[in-house]
């Protein structure tokens, strides 16, 4: 008698995009091949067959070989994935010769940015047994799962609900027909908008890449609207490639990535925990003034050290900065005025500000392993260091030395809260109501061929936000050609205003303005011709094509736009326009 079974179906995961809809986590095509154990005649020959069509090493072919045969029953067994069509193709055109083997096109999880987002995003990876035993589908040789970042803290959003394809078998188990129920369709995961910058971001994190007069330097780099709690950008440096964990990293990426000198892996910027130096000498300052122990006219003699008993605490300027008063110590970093404040002011005053202005304190940013770091203070080194306070852990501190550490996410938050005067909140997600907002208007939505009309998406999430900090209605305030910026990332958009002066707002008098007209298509040219060298190895990865054939199809195509335009709209001087 026929039974009915069904078949894990995987939902199409949740993209991730910067604040202005460029994609950061998206979905590309994966062409893959796969083996259903029951419908198999000869397992063993079959898949030396589909290794030696595949070209998989021998080790390879045994590894697919020992998964078959503990898969679970209808749980397709991946032979292998990521192919190129060529190889698709290949196995395609002998599939019939093989029962149970099936080619497919899937889903695969890519990152546009890789290593400048790769600490923010985390990563997808195949289902450990602790991910299977949390969720029994994740088996599915389709499902990733998120390891760490974004991707690990927004798993149950992201992964959406994986539907099923009901299966009628017959009493030997082959699979008689397919049934289709609308009720076990997948539910594809919920976008996400994180307040990022793409490009600050990128910026940030090619700071850190080798110049021609240094090497690759390691560090972190935090960018914060201080008005909001925005960040803008969050970067480690160096990074890794998440793109390479997604189909299974080989051990010797993974080794050299663990053992490297400046830990790739480890993400700085919130879970570093280091000395904050200098920077901690404005909350130094705040202390001693909010304490009364100083006004900002009171000037320290510097003669380029300070004495505690016979102990020489030295200055960076061994000569000395002279006669120093509050303003002029911060701006030249003099640490004789600092200690002398520090010994004023004590410990336990120093870390109430301190606090006060984010020290200490753990941020929820949504992402996993966010440290806290410590504030030093009596009670703290009596039972750290199991002694008490002393008056040169007073001076030490006063500079960010000493007991004193921080995290670099820390460090964003103290001079945010100086410069707004207020408790800013730190935020690295968009709020839901803007993502409501955005997706009532079908602003967030997929063309029929699968590409994203990211100008359209970031233009709109832009109009989401709050206008007076919007940045494309901030640089429309003061610059004509401020949406020039999105027309590299949407061919047309700025065509149909070319001849719109943002400053006012109106349209020209175009007969008149032949000089404004050749100002803005000129511009306009530029940005169309370095369009497809932005943007193709984006769109190639989206649609599974060779990079450099799209980018070539794509400057054909405006080379023939910009043309047909010269000849519409270009006519010889004297005639109209």
Not at 103 to 112: F, K, L, Q, T, V
Request: proline share 6%; net charge neutral; charged share 25%.
């Amino acid at each position: 008698e026929n039974q009915f079974n069904l078949q894990v179906n995987p939902a199409s995961r949740g993209p991730v995009y910067d604040r202005f809809g460029v994609p950061l986590a998206v979905n590309r095509r994966d062409f893959r091949v796969s083996i259903m154990r029951e419908d198999v005649e000869d397992l063993p020959k079959t898949v030396t067959a589909l290794a030696s069509i595949l070209r998989l090493p021998p080790e390879a072919a045994d590894t697919v070989l020992n998964d078959a045969k503990v898969a679970p029953r209808f749980m397709p067994s991946m032979v292998a994935d990521n192919l190129s069509w060529e190889d698709f193709s290949k196995v395609s055109v002998y599939s019939a010769s093989f029962p149970g083997v099936r080619c497919d096109m899937g889903e695969a999880r890519n990152y546009p940015l890789a290593e400048s987002m790769a600490h923010v995003l985390g990563y997808v990876a195949k289902a450990n047994a602790k991910d299977v035993a949390l969720d029994p589908q994740a088996r599915h040789p389709g499902i990733r799962v998120g390891k760490e970042g974004i991707e690990k803290s927004q798993e149950k959003g992201l992964k959406g609900g994986h539907g099923a394809t009901k299966l009628e078998v017959n009493a030997h188990g082959r699979v008689i027909r397919e049934v289709v129920d609308p009720r076990l369709a997948p539910k594809s995961g919920a976008p996400i908008v994180l307040t990022i910058d793409a490009e600050i971001q990128q910026v940030a994190y090619d700071q850190f890449q080798p110049k021609e007069d240094r090497p690759a330097e390691a560090g972190s780099a935090v960018v914060m609207d201080i008005h909001s709690g925005e960040l803008l950008a969050l970067v480690s440096a160096p990074s890794f490639d998440p793109n390479k964990f997604v189909d299974g990293s080989s051990r010797t990426d993974f080794n050299e990535y663990k053992n490297a000198e400046m830990r790739p892996l480890y993400h700085k910027a919130v879970r570093g925990i280091y000395p904050p130096g200098s920077t901690y000498k404005m909350i130094t300052a705040l202390a001693a003034l909010e304490a009364g122990v100083t006004d900002p006219e009171e000037t320290v003699q510097c003669p380029g050290f300070y004495m505690l008993g016979n102990h020489r605490f030295h200055c960076p300027a061994r000569s000395g900065h002279g006669t120093v008063n509050l303003h002029t110590a911060i701006k030249v970093s003099c640490d004789v005025y600092f200690y002398e404040m520090g010994r004023r002011i004590g410990g336990e005053k120093m870390a109430e500000v301190a606090r006060g202005f984010g020290f200490g304190q753990r941020f929820d940013l949504g992402i996993p392993g966010i440290a806290a770091s410590h504030v030093p203070d009596n009670a703290w080194k009596l039972k750290n260091r199991g002694a008490p306070w002393a008056v040169y852990d007073s001076l030490n501190v006063a500079i960010g030395q000493g007991l004193i550490a921080a995290t670099p996410l820390q460090l964003a938050v103290m001079p945010a809260r100086i410069a707004s005067a207020r408790e800013v909140a730190r935020r690295l997600g968009v709020s839901r109501t803007a993502i409501q907002k955005a997706e009532q208007v079908g602003r967030i939505t997929r063309e029929q061929d699968g590409a994203w009309d990211l100008g359209r998406v970031r233009r709109d999430l832009a109009a989401t936000a709050d206008p007076s900090r919007s940045r494309l209605s901030q640089q429309s305030e003061t610059s004509p050609l401020a949406r020039l910026t999105v027309a590299r990332l949407a061919l047309g958009v700025e065509a149909q205003r070319l001849a719109l002066d943002q400053t006012k707002g109106k349209l020209i008098d175009i007969a008149s303005a032949d000089a404004r007209i050749d100002e803005v298509a000129g511009a306009m040219r530029d940005a169309l011709l370095n369009w497809p060298a932005r943007v193709s190895g984006q769109i190639a990865a989206e649609i599974g094509r060779d990079p450099h054939l799209v980018q070539t199809l794509l400057q054909e195509q405006i080379t023939a736009l910009l043309a047909e335009l010269a000849d519409r709209f270009d006519p010889p001087r004297g005639e109209s326009k």
